[in-house]
Each structure stands twice: as structure tokens, then as C-alpha cells.
């Protein structure tokens, strides 16, 4: 593996990481909100 392709792949897997982290995210608020719903 070349150095610029070394480069590429950690950058992809960076994006692909912070994606995976996203919708981690968006899953936590969406239980969240809805326990509060049906709570209150």
C-alpha cells in the first residue's frame, strides 16, 4: 500500500467513524424524547 492510498483509507474510515457516530447519536435523542413522551 502506497502512502497516498494509506492516506485515503484513514481518511475513509475517518468519515465512516464519524457517520456511525452520528446516528449513534440520533438513536440516543430518539429514546430519549421518547421516554419523556410517554413519561409526561
Do not use: C, D, H, S
Not at 4 to 25: H, M, P, T, Y
Amino acid at each position: 500500500m502506497t502512502p497516498e492510498e494509506e492516506i485515503e483509507f484513514k481518511q475513509r474510515r475517518k468519515g465512516r467513524n464519524l457517520a456511525l457516530g452520528a446516528v449513534l447519536v440520533f438513536f440516543v435523542i430518539l429514546f430519549y424524547a421518547l421516554t419523556i413522551v410517554k413519561m409526561g
